[in-house]
T-cell receptor
């Protein structure tokens, strides 16, 4: 079975500073990887995904994540955060031939002015 | 992406009662998934619901506690039975988006059991 580890449960960061959220996964088979964001009191929204192709994937709001197969990682980065990026971020993995998402424990990002 | 309507959005219930959560999708989907997010924690898959067959439950979840219905390809319900305060969580439904966008989630049902 696959598993996902998000190494940081909370990340405080100042506005306009860069942020990196770490995600490592474990799986014996090929996987697809996702980052979801949950804004306060809201549901989950897909931020970005890696299915195949380029290992660097980007979202429309400035986030990017890089799939590193050798390090089994899918870290999420943003070069300059905004107050509105305050949210909880979840890394998730699914077997390429499967249909069940496995989530990491989540990283709460608090952007300070 | 699929659009999911989930209701109720929140409820406060008395212990010992049951609550049924509804999930409506704007397109036909083969599988629907039900998750629980306990306070301050990540999401845990409860069960997978296929139309026309019994739901498949994950370890630690049983049908008597979380009965699921899946009467057609666009609708499912999850019932939280004989509730206790430990059932206070956010419950979310999800579907696989065949457009390739991954998995879409409903906005969740925030349940508080008192």
């Amino acid at each position: 079975a696959q598993s996902v580890t998000q190494l940081d449960s909370q990340v405080p960061v100042f506005e306009e500073a860069p942020v990196e959220l770490r995600c490592n996964y474990s799986s014996s088979v090929s996987v697809y990887l996702f980052w979801y964001v949950q804004y306060p009191n809201q549901g989950l929204q897909l931020l970005l995904k890696y299915l195949s192709g380029s290992t660097l994937v980007e979202s429309i709001n400035g986030f990017e994540a890089e799939f590193n197969k050798s390090q089994t990682s899918f870290h999420l980065r943003k070069p300059s955060v905004h107050i509105s990026d305050t949210a909880e971020y979840f890394c998730a993995v699914i077997k390429a031939a499967g249909n069940k998402l496995t989530f990491g424990g989540g990283t709460r990002v608090l952007v300070k002015p | 992406s699929a659009v999911i309507s989930q209701k109720p959005s929140r409820d406060i219930c008395q212990r010992g009662t049951s609550l049924t959560i509804q999930c409506q999708v704007d397109s036909q989907v083969t599988m629907m998934f039900w998750y629980r997010q306990q306070p301050g924690q990540s999401l845990t898959l409860i069960a997978t619901a296929n139309q026309g067959s019994e739901a498949t439950y994950e370890s630690g979840f049983v049908i008597d506690k979380f009965p699921i219905s899946r009467p057609n390809l666009t609708f499912s319900t999850l019932t939280v039975s004989n509730m206790s305060p430990e059932d206070s969580s956010i419950y979310l439904c999800s579907v696989e988006d065949l457009g390739g966008d991954g998995y879409t989630f409903g906005s969740g049902t925030r349940l508080t059991v008192v």
